[in-house]
Nanobody, 124 residues
Framework: QVQLVESGGGLVQAGGSLRLSCAASGQRFSSYAMGWFRQAPGQERAFVGAISRSGGSTYYADSVKGRFTISRDNAKNTVYLQMNSLKPEDTAVYYC?????????????????WGQGTQVTVSS
């Protein structure tokens, strides 16, 4: 089992940047593919991006491609989401999730563990 804690959210102006972190406790962090999702008020949880167990492969939603970057440090049991050129429509609660498989998934229901989320607000 793994526990996930996100941090790094906050209020930023449009065009700015934030870096979210997701720290994992427990063993076998490097055994999990990791994903980032977000949920805006009144909307369903949406896939943002994901990274393979080794960190060698990433995949992004079209809405964030070229602006967001996911990375991981297995030695620190942490996955990151670097968000650049932020837009007001990026405002949401951001969640990290762990999947006990080698490959990622874009489907939230295929992830086994979730963090509590961190709020990101982008002002225009």
């Amino acid at each position: 089992q793994v526990q996930l804690v996100e941090s790094g959210g906050g209020l930023v102006q449009a065009g700015g940047s934030l870096r979210l972190s997701c720290a994992a406790s427990g063993q076998r962090f490097s055994s999990y593919a990791m994903g980032w999702f977000r949920q805006a008020p009144g909307q369903e949880r949406a896939f943002v991006g994901a990274i393979s167990r080794s960190g060698g492969s990433t995949y992004y939603a079209d809405s964030v491609k070229g602006r967001f970057t996911i990375s991981r440090d297995n030695a620190k049991n942490t996955v990151y989401l670097q968000m650049n050129s932020l837009k007001p429509e990026d405002t949401a609660v951001y969640y990290c999730a762990a999947r006990d498989r080698s490959s990622w998934s874009v489907s939230a229901h295929e992830y086994d563990y979730w963090g509590q989320g961190t709020q990101v607000t982008v002002s225009s």
